[in-house]
């Protein structure tokens, strides 16, 4: 096992999905870290780095899982990592994959600024958390694990490329009574 980069500064990660998604199996599969990990439930006190956003590949896209997606957009959370976990029970098929991930980009044009990664797991067997799944060859993408290291901190607000947002008071939004967003000019 490679050291933990403790040069790279914390990442705070939220975890996302239901209560049978497997979140706190990918969570125990994620303590080999390499990398200096806070992980917390949603919602986070403070505005995480990332957000994994777990989906039940037997499921899909849910609405639950929707809700999840625009939560963290509204939060300003927009490095989004979806894990379709699960595929062991759907057998480790690529086209189970690609239905969710279809469903996945369609939301995505919803949310923008936002930065979505797909990758199939199975966190109960490890598969494409910490290391490559010899089970799913179909997949030629990066590890849980591997994604997470290569987010740079401080968070999204540092990135040139994404909207200039600051939190507004108003009416709570319909999903969350959490943060707004607004572009500032």
Same mark, same amino acid.
């Given at each position: 096992?490679?050291?933990?980069?403790?040069? +790279?500064?914390?990442?705070?990660?939220?975890?996302?999905?239901? &209560?049978?998604?497997? $979140?706190?199996?990918?969570?125990?599969?994620?303590?080999?870290?390499?990398?200096?990990?806070?992980?917390?439930?949603?919602?986070?006190?403070?505005?995480?780095?990332?957000?994994?956003?777990?989906?039940?590949?037997?499921?899909?896209?849910?609405?639950?899982? $929707?809700?999840?997606?625009?939560?963290?957009?509204?939060?300003?959370? $927009?490095?989004?990592? &979806?894990? !379709?976990? +699960?595929?062991?029970?759907? $057998?480790? /098929?690529?086209? !189970?994959? /690609?239905?969710?991930?279809? *469903?996945?980009?369609?939301?995505?044009?919803?949310? #923008?600024?936002?930065?979505?990664?797909?990758? #199939?797991?199975?966190?109960?067997?490890?598969?494409?958390? &910490?290391?490559?799944? +010899?089970?799913? #060859?179909?997949?030629?993408?990066?590890?849980?694990?591997?994604?997470?290291?290569?987010?740079?901190? =401080?968070?999204?607000?540092?990135?040139?490329?994404? #909207?200039?947002?600051?939190?507004?008071?108003?009416? =709570?939004?319909?999903?969350? *009574?959490?943060?707004?967003?607004?572009? !500032?000019?």
């Amino acid at each position: 096992m490679r050291e933990i980069a403790l040069y +790279k500064p914390l990442l705070r990660v939220a975890a996302a999905g239901g &209560v049978d998604d497997g $979140r706190s199996t990918l969570i125990g599969r994620l303590l080999t870290a390499r990398r200096r990990l806070l992980i917390t439930g949603v919602p986070a006190h403070e505005s995480p780095d990332a957000e994994i956003i777990l989906v039940d590949a037997r499921l899909g896209l849910t609405r639950q899982s $929707r809700r999840h997606a625009h939560i963290a957009w509204q939060m300003r959370i $927009r490095r989004l990592i &979806v894990a !379709v976990n +699960k595929m062991d029970l759907v $057998r480790y /098929e690529q086209p !189970v994959f /690609e239905r969710i991930q279809a *469903a996945w980009n369609a939301l995505a044009d919803q949310l #923008p600024g936002s930065r979505f990664h797909l990758l #199939p797991v199975s966190a109960l067997n490890g598969d494409n958390v &910490v290391e490559p799944s +010899k089970r799913m #060859p179909w997949y030629g993408g990066m590890t849980l694990l591997e994604l997470l290291e290569t987010i740079d901190t =401080p968070s999204w607000c540092t990135d040139t490329n994404a #909207p200039s947002c600051t939190p507004r008071c108003s009416s =709570p939004p319909p999903l969350h *009574a959490g943060l707004c967003c607004r572009a !500032v000019s």
